[in-house]
């Protein structure tokens, strides 16, 4: 599969959240792909599409919102898992919700990562800060572990 594009897949079903997150990227110079589905369904539907073609358009991260409709970001999450092809793929919840049994099922499906939804755009481009930071260091194709491990060795052979 190539993943040399370094895209992000936003599933998010409220325009203000994607609105405000796009103007955060663009706050921090995140200028990465950033494609965006309304419903859970249209997750699964892009992942499909771009798991079938290879195409460049295979995000690099995955941002899922919880409460979408026609499927929710843990069913999302459960599909993309059962893939073999994606299995592998950064998932990270963005959700409003605080709820320990949330974010524990979350967890407990295979998410990366579990953000909080900030509520300023001061805090949401920190969260863009941390997501470009973080696309920087992890590299398409290899595992987040693997990807940290061959930064670190960068970091190292350049002293």
Do not use: C
Request: charged residues 25%; proline residues 5%.
């Amino acid at each position: 599969m190539n993943a040399l594009s370094h895209s992000i897949l936003l599933a998010e079903d409220d325009e203000s959240d994607v609105f405000l997150l796009r103007r955060a990227f663009k706050e921090v110079g995140l200028t990465n792909p950033v494609h965006v589905v309304a419903d859970g369904q249209a997750a699964i539907d892009f992942l499909t599409q771009a798991k079938s073609r290879e195409d460049e358009r295979m995000p690099a991260l995955i941002l899922l919102d919880l409460k979408m409709p026609r499927r929710t970001g843990l069913q999302v999450l459960q599909w993309i898992r059962e893939q073999p092809l994606l299995r592998s793929l950064p998932v990270f919840i963005f959700s409003s919700s605080e709820n320990r049994n949330d974010v524990e099922n979350a967890y407990d499906g295979g998410a990366t990562a579990y953000l909080i939804k900030p509520p300023s755009l001061a805090e949401r481009a920190d969260l863009a800060r941390f997501l470009k930071d973080w696309l920087r260091t992890v590299q398409p194709g290899l595992s987040v572990s693997e990807s940290v491990r061959a930064a670190q060795a960068q970091r190292a052979l350049r002293g």
